[in-house]
């Protein structure tokens, strides 16, 4: 009998968000096993904030890079884990970091169970080669598939709640307008178009600005062409207030990036905007409408997993064909 469980995920911070749902939700269906969360600081910081009350998990965030580096750093690691004397492991990560440690765990016997994310690259590739057209399981649903892997199998359940009640009678619309690669960023002229348009829909609307550190500078000359209807919150505030505040936000528009998923946990209803990247990928935000996602019909499309290539054409039609108006439609729906 399964008592103590190890489940490890390391990044990125989407990906982390993703796995939240369901090891909620496990937690809720089994509450006799004691559930450790292998994570990122950043992840701990996510689990932490979301789910600060929930008695039979534990959370533990390193940084393997600098905490374990190397074999050796990892060794260690997997002897301070074999330790806890964990009884199964659920690895939702499937790196060579976490494939590592099952290793290490399977050669000491120590376990009763354990099973890895099936990451389903094959079918992922024929989307983007435009092999296949149909939606592909989603994370979450491979991440509920591990548990399934270990004679444990989850139904979802969890029920994003706010962290905060809203505290100012507006009509709050949080805008995230980054992320890691080219393929996912509507363009900047453009995006500054859907915060003048919505702006001038009602007096009563204000934009909050999300972003990391690194775009708090750019993000400032944003808030400053409205100062008195914009915030910039990037680089002002930890990822605990960026929770909160998003818990009080009517609408979030992000691209596929971690916001999306980061205000999904929150249950704040949120238009993303799709380029290189689609749906049918399975990184879609727990429980939000697909009617939100916003996108173009193209060809081409998707043309990126992660939104990581160049653009075939050389033009990203894919972000430059979506009006602002459309946007700002979809947000005041």
């Not at 490890?8 to 090891?23: K, Y």
């Not at 909620?24 to 950043?42: G, H, I, N, R």
């Not at 004679?151 to 890691?180: M, R």
Request: charged share 25%; with cysteine; aromatic share 8%.
């Amino acid at each position: 009998m399964i008592k103590k469980l190890l489940v490890i995920r390391f990044s990125a911070l989407g990906d982390i968000a993703m796995t939240v749902p369901v090891v909620a939700s496990f937690c809720s269906q089994y509450p006799d096993v004691e559930v450790t969360m292998l994570t990122s600081k950043m992840g701990e910081k996510i689990y932490r904030a979301v789910l600060p009350d929930v008695k039979n998990l534990s959370i533990r965030g390193c940084n393997p890079k600098v905490d374990y580096p190397g074999i050796p750093g990892l060794n260690r690691l997997f002897n301070e884990l074999r330790a806890e004397k964990f009884d199964a492991l659920a690895d939702l990560h499937n790196v060579l970091r976490t494939q590592w440690l099952g290793l290490r765990f399977s050669f000491s016997h120590s376990l009763q169970a354990s099973a890895s994310i099936h990451k389903g690259r094959k079918d992922k590739r024929n989307l983007v080669n435009h092999r296949i057209n149909w939606q592909l399981k989603s994370s979450i649903e491979r991440y509920c598939d591990v548990f399934a892997g270990i004679g444990l199998p989850v139904t979802l359940n969890f029920e994003p709640k706010p962290l905060a009640v809203k505290e100012k009678q507006e009509f709050a619309v949080g805008i995230a307008p980054f992320a890691q690669h080219k393929g996912k960023v509507y363009p900047k002229e453009l995006m500054q178009q859907v915060i003048d348009r919505l702006l001038e829909s009602r007096n009563d609307l204000h934009i909050y600005l999300f972003g990391g550190p690194n775009e708090q500078t750019e993000l400032e000359e944003w808030a400053s062409r409205h100062p008195q209807r914009i915030t910039n919150t990037a680089g002002k505030q930890t990822l605990g207030d960026d929770l909160k505040l998003m818990s009080q936000l009517d609408c979030m528009v992000s691209m596929d990036s971690a916001n999306m998923h980061l205000a999904s946990l929150v249950g704040c209803r949120v238009v993303s905007i799709w380029g290189a990247t689609d749906i049918k990928a399975g990184f879609f935000g727990y429980r939000q409408n697909t009617a939100d996602a916003i996108s173009t019909d193209l060809d081409c499309r998707p043309c990126s997993i992660y939104g990581n290539k160049p653009c075939h054409k050389g033009t990203f039609e894919c972000l430059y064909g979506i009006q602002p108006e459309r946007i700002v439609r979809k947000v005041l729906d």
